[in-house]
């Protein structure tokens, strides 16, 4: 039994992986596998629609809102996000919790004129900023946020602060769908599929149809998102089997009970792995402070490198992987996202007071 | 039994499907589906670069080139072509011999200076320009052909014509490792997987380290090769499991012999299905002229459109899926890429045959 906690691409659910591999080779009675149908056959158009119905299903959100299924990773919103959004005598504004965000705000400096609203870089990225000293520009194309730092386990709480009035943009790359969330309060939400969503190799943009229509039209038509809204994702060659996968995880989820039902799975998981380092007198140290810290990503250190290691192997030993702390933090990181089961955690969280008993 | 005749997404070689339904839920041992693992994992990372090395190897190319896996279909490269390697200055030459090389000719106009070196719109796209009368602007920062126009079925023969002494950038979306060819005569050669390499999700970049190094550095970064040869196509996610999938599709053309067991594949294909139109006494009459013909896509039409949609009903009714021409040509098209099988083509050429004695 090997128990997956890894940050992404990340584990997914077994029932979701037996259907996915019982109709491999036979997609429902076509005599061909879902790798070898055209995307422009109604299995796949039936594929994409159901998709984007549940995503926004799950969301809560209406016509005025677009699924988009891209490629390239959130990494490369980081620059379609810009490159559409912000014009040339605008301003993005971006608040940077962790490291991704400060890629995001990296990359779309090299774009337009950007401005830096709060960073919590000075305390090492534990914590968020005091929204009520913020003063963001009601006048800036957008406002940038990442919900949960996936390397330092920081994470925005589902009902946010008041963030003023500029369209709101999202990198959900490590939360996206782990709990219900007012959805309407963002003008943009991004996220690689591979941690809450299904395998590597497709992003899912959803975006208010406003934004859609003020896209710079100066760009490459393959990058401008009113090229992915009026052909529904289907301009070019969509990665077929990326947004099969995902479309059985959404209804994976909406037999689970939706975002409620993971908000209430996740909250549990959390809780046992946060216990185990709450209840070791300091054996394990929480990277995040607790009022910020994330339920899908939970980062803490050992008193020394060499213990550390040794936790390492000795987890690997008793079957949990992914384990490790992003190269560039260290220490150890437990994601565990909506398909980790809570026997995953609750197999880590007794690990970890075993560990801490015989190395404490 | 279904023969798959899609343009792309396209067949794959029942050995890769069944093996890749075999290992889905356990990835040799790891008790992890390969959707499940990190693209840092040693696994991967040898999937990576194996796949690095069986290209390579297919090709005859040594350290001076690169191989990329990117994301977003060969329409990105449309893009990402001339954002990476057209200076301010400078020009890039374009020979449109179809609807593809017009996208690409087309995406790159509105990010550079372009010139249209030669182009065959004008009989309709079913010839080849004559080389001997083209003049190549030897300071051209590239020239950009497409070796085979899926939609027209016009291809390029595998000893190209002299053409000049500009970096040659091809896109071989569609008959990529369909044949032996001077790869070395390439500066950058690129395709969607969708059609010879394995399913849609990844496409493949091979790229000489001088253009590399020439590559724009005002980009953002995941838009430059650069970065995608600096880290080994692992700056951020890749799509894995359609690596995995070019990995598994790669070992078995070399397991049927290499490119040259390809050419001879595909030439007897062909010719069975050529053999159907050139003796039906003008019942089916060709789109492309004898000599421009593409091994990979026949494209033809029937007298009356009222008969070719009878020859797709009972073609498909027979077995036999994803005939139709491009929605923007009409007719019929027949793909008959690597993974279709001798007996595929077989089976069509012998209801062709069989269908113009009914109608004809
Ligand atoms: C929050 C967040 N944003 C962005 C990324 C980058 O995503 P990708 O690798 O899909 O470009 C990650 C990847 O781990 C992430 O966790
Ligand atoms: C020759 C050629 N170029 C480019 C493309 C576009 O590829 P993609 O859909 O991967 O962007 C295709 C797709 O069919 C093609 O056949
Ligand atoms: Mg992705
Ligand atoms: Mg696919
Ligand atoms: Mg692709
Ligand atoms: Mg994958």
């Not at 799950?58 to 005025?64: F, I, Q, R, Y």
């Not at 919790?97 to 090299?110: D, F, H, L, P, V």
């Not at 919900?147 to 602060?161: F, S, Y």
Request: aromatic residues 8%; charged residues 20%.
């Amino acid at each position: 039994m090997i128990h997956n906690f890894n940050p992404g691409p990340a584990a997914l659910p077994p029932a979701v992986i037996a259907r996915a591999q019982a109709e491999l080779a036979d997609y429902h009675g076509t005599g061909m596998s879902i790798l070898e149908m055209s995307h422009r056959s109604k299995e796949y158009e039936a594929i994409n629609a159901t998709a984007e119905a549940h995503l926004k299903a799950l969301l809560g959100l209406g016509d005025d809102y677009r699924v988009l299924f891209m490629q390239g990773g959130a990494s490369m919103q980081f620059a379609l996000i810009p490159l559409n959004l912000l014009p040339a005598g605008g301003v993005a504004e971006y608040i940077v919790t962790g490291s991704w965000g400060e890629k995001a705000y990296e990359e779309a400096q090299r774009l337009g004129n950007t401005r830096l609203l709060a960073s919590t870089a000075a305390d090492g990225y534990r914590s968020l900023p005091d929204a009520e000293a913020l003063t963001p520009d009601p006048q800036a194309a957008y406002l940038h946020i990442t919900t949960n730092e996936t390397i330092q386990g920081v994470q925005w709480p589902a009902e946010l602060p008041e963030l003023g009035s500029a369209p709101l943009v999202a990198d959900m790359s490590s939360d996206f769908l782990a709990r219900p969330f007012p959805a309407e309060r963002f003008a943009l939400m991004y996220a690689g599929a591979q941690k809450n969503l299904g395998p590597a190799g497709v992003t899912v943009v959803v975006i208010r149809q406003d934004l859609i229509e003020r896209g710079r039209k100066d760009l490459p038509v393959i990058m401008r998102y009113a090229t992915f809204a009026k052909n529904n994702s289907l301009y070019n060659t969509p990665p077929v089997f990326a947004v099969y996968m995902v479309n059985l995880v959404l209804e994976w989820i909406k037999e689970q009970g939706g975002l409620v039902a993971m908000a209430e799975r996740n909250a549990r998981k959390a809780a046992m792995v946060y216990e185990a380092i709450d209840s070791s007198n300091g054996f394990y140290a929480g990277h995040a402070a607790p009022e910020a810290r994330s339920l899908m990503n939970v980062t803490f250190r050992l008193p020394s490198a060499e213990l550390e290691k040794r936790f390492l192997s000795e987890a690997q030993a008793a079957g949990m992987v992914g384990l490790a702390g992003h190269r560039s933090v260290g220490g150890i990181r437990a994601s565990l996202y909506n398909a980790v089961s809570p026997e995953s955690a609750a197999t880590l969280a007794s690990f970890m007071r075993e560990f801490a008993q015989r190395y404490g």
